[in-house]
């Protein structure tokens, strides 16, 4: 299992809809596609998005990062000694933590075909399906409402809802009216991507509380740097609060956890640097009592596929957020993970149980 090669390439595949958070608005989906070539022929995939607002990582920095820095460290390592190739990938460069998560998941594969099991089965095997929840992108509280009434008649059971772009006020009319058309019968959760100060974060919890509209939790409230603001959110409402863009790695979930700072915490691949690293923060937030959601980026069914045999894997990680897939125009994966409305299944087929990529051209 020695590292023959480590080719890249881009794929672009436009979405059914634009994405909109506090942070960003998407219609195409890029990616950089990676596969890690063995000696004996094998080959492992993996996908890295380019997200600048969130990971910092474009396009060019991931392929550069992966062509210039990490290949040239990797090539000619074995494979099965996966401890000195994981522990040579994270010290190749500082941060570029998606072009790392690529070629993780891609030798996480191969590891996983090597031992010819599945990869969830590979990194503990808890279970093999998943509920996902769907979100509903940021815009007027109409639109929005509309479109919680197509996810709900579509058979999603829990919907994640992008606030914090404009004032309070706006956000609760948006909540107030999802509430209103879909009923009580399915979750909502909120993501506020940053978008509120402190203060406002607290008021508008508390305002929601008080109205009664049912909130599961609140994913990252404040910005991501400031987890005292973070803390004082998660002491002062009684909605659980989840740490996303404050937790990239498991120095930083140490940080919240010891700090009790949020109640939940969202592992992504392409901010921990991949699988090697998420299982750390995740079983650093299991010994302190606190569970696990596994969300993405806007990512191919490449990418969810290796968060979701991770996901799967692991008994802490109660929470999935694994739409990106359902909202892109076409498919470019044959095999990996499948989609039956909510509900994911992980196949039998050794390592990601992916065969090939499409080609995808520029929208």
């Keep these: 299992m020695i590292i023959a090669s480590i080719e890249t390439k881009r794929q672009f595949v436009p979405l059914t809809k634009p994405f909109k958070t ?7 989906s890029e990616s950089i596609i990676v596969r890690v070539v063995t000696k004996d022929g094998k080959t492992g995939f993996g996908e890295a998005p380019a997200t600048v607002v969130i990971t910092g990582d474009s396009l060019d920095s991931i392929e550069a990062a992966i062509e210039k820095t990490i290949a040239p460290q990797l090539v000619g390592k074995n494979i099965c000694n996966y401890e000195d190739v994981f522990q040579t990938l994270h010290a190749s460069m500082v941060n570029n933590s998606s072009a790392k998560a690529a070629v993780d998941m891609a030798i996480y594969d191969l590891l996983a075909k090597h031992a010819n099991m599945p990869l969830y089965q590979f990194l503990g095997g808890y279970r093999n399906k998943m509920e996902t929840d769907f979100t509903v992108s940021v ?13 709900l008649q579509a058979g999603f059971e829990t919907l994640k809802i992008k606030v914090g772009k404009d004032e309070i006020a706006t956000d609760i009319k948006r909540i107030q009216e999802i509430r209103h058309r879909i009923g009580n019968q399915v979750k909502i959760r909120l993501d506020a991507n940053q978008g509120w100060g402190v203060k406002e974060a607290i008021y508008s919890i508390r305002q929601m509380e008080d109205m009664g509209l049912g909130i599961e939790l609140v994913e990252q409230p404040v910005k991501a740097h400031d987890i005292d603001g973070l803390l004082a959110v998660t002491t002062h409402v009684d909605t659980p609060i989840m740490a996303d863009e404050s937790v990239f790695s498991p120095i930083q979930a140490f940080e919240v956890l010891q700090k009790r700072a949020a109640d939940l915490i969202n592992i992504k691949l392409m901010k921990s640097g991949g699988i090697y690293k998420a299982q750390q923060i995740n079983h650093l937030a299991e010994m302190c009592g606190v569970e696990c959601m596994v969300g993405s980026m806007i990512e191919t069914r490449l990418g969810i596929t290796a968060a979701a ?37 992980l196949g039998q087929e050794p390592g990601l149980g992916i065969y090939e990529i499409k080609e995808s051209v520029k929208a």
């Design 309 to 345: 045999h991770f996901a799967a894997s692991k008994k802490n990680i109660t929470r999935f957020d694994f739409d990106a897939p359902l909202m892109l125009k076409f498919d470019t994966v044959d095999g990996g993970v499948q989609y039956e409305g909510k509900w994911m299944k």
């Design 139 to 151: 815009n007027s509280p109409e639109e929005m409402g509309e479109d919680a009434v197509s996810y």
């Design 22 to 28: 506090a942070l960003r608005t998407v219609v195409t």
